[in-house]
């Protein structure tokens, strides 16, 4: 279990970090805890919806609240894998190749409408994804730590846009939705920023080693096996439903593992309840679960199912 000391730091830090994005993001409190969870687990963010809602201020706001370098990358059809990873260039005065990094080699990665590069660009964000490291030219070079993806993406309705395959839309902790915001929200919006956008103003909160140790608290919360079991029948249970043609994937059971415990911490406790897990359930596993056509016909939706198996999966007695 988590030192109290620990615990009670990387509570603050998460605090600050929330309160900070929220000078920006105004009347969406879930969407920032979540994405502030993501960073504590050390896992990435696929921000999906329409334009213009605040997916890359979401995105922008808590890179700037972390003293870390960041890097934007506005994804379009004719970027290159080695825009992402960087290349190799011959040094005729050394007579080697020098590695010159790319966009990947930074802290915070904000990879803006991601799904309106090509397949094959996309795929160049796999490795480091999942490794914290790319390979140019058969040399292995690790990304810097703390690292964090943040992606946004508008609906794959839209012109112009490339679904994500599932082996990418797998590698990111959860996926959050910003949507509209109410009347009242979108008016405060206005009154903020009649002076300019907050974002130029907004300063860190926490710096490299404030985000390790949060990071390391999370690592330190309790669960218990009986909830680990639950956590296996719930991933389970997607892959049998008769609607799904891919469930969520033993890489989803451990994420949503590992987010519950982020939670836990959040709500103030050193160790993980149902309520917890059932919390963080539909962000974790939503974009992992792949729809039969006939099932999309009937309008059947990736949350229904994780709502079913939330209904029908037994909630262990902690």
Request: with cysteine; proline share 6%; aromatic share 6%.
């Amino acid at each position: 279990m988590a030192n109290t000391n620990t615990a009670s730091d990387a509570l603050r830090i998460m605090r600050d970090l929330i309160r900070s994005v929220e000078q920006v993001i105004i009347g969406k409190r879930l969407a920032v805890e979540l994405t502030v969870n993501a960073l504590a687990c050390r896992g990435h963010v696929l921000i999906e919806d329409v334009p213009g809602v605040g997916k890359t201020s979401l995105a922008a706001a808590l890179a700037k609240s972390c003293a870390c370098t960041f890097r934007r990358v506005q994804f379009t059809p004719d970027i290159m894998p080695s825009d992402i990873t960087g290349f190799s260039i011959y040094n005729p005065k050394s007579g080697d190749f020098d590695y010159k990094p790319g966009a990947v080699m930074s802290q915070f990665v904000l990879a803006d409408e991601i799904n309106r590069a090509s397949p094959k660009t996309q795929s160049s964000l796999l490795e480091v994804m999942e490794e914290n490291q790319v390979t140019v030219d058969g040399v292995t070079y690790p990304v810097p730590e703390p690292f964090m993806v943040l992606a946004t993406q508008n609906p794959v309705e839209y012109l112009g846009t490339y679904p994500l395959p599932e082996a990418q839309l797998d590698r990111f902790f959860l996926r959050v939705t910003l949507g509209y915001p109410s009347a009242s929200d979108e008016s405060k919006m206005l009154s903020r920023f009649k002076a300019g956008s907050p974002l130029d103003t907004l300063r860190a909160v926490a710096d490299e080693a404030q985000i390790k140790t949060l990071q390391h608290a999370v690592d330190a919360v309790y669960v218990d096996t009986h909830l680990n079991g639950y956590i296996v029948d719930l991933a389970r249970c997607t892959r049998v439903m008769e609607d799904v043609t891919l469930g969520a994937s033993p890489r989803a059971s451990l994420y949503l593992y590992k987010s519950a415990k982020a939670w836990a911490l959040y709500q103030g406790r050193e160790y993980v309840i149902p309520d917890d897990v059932i919390k963080v359930a539909p962000h974790v596993l939503t974009h992992r679960i792949l729809l039969k056509q006939e099932s999309r016909v009937k309008k059947i939706t990736a949350a229904d199912v994780v709502r079913h198996a939330l209904e029908i999966v037994r909630v262990p007695s902690i």
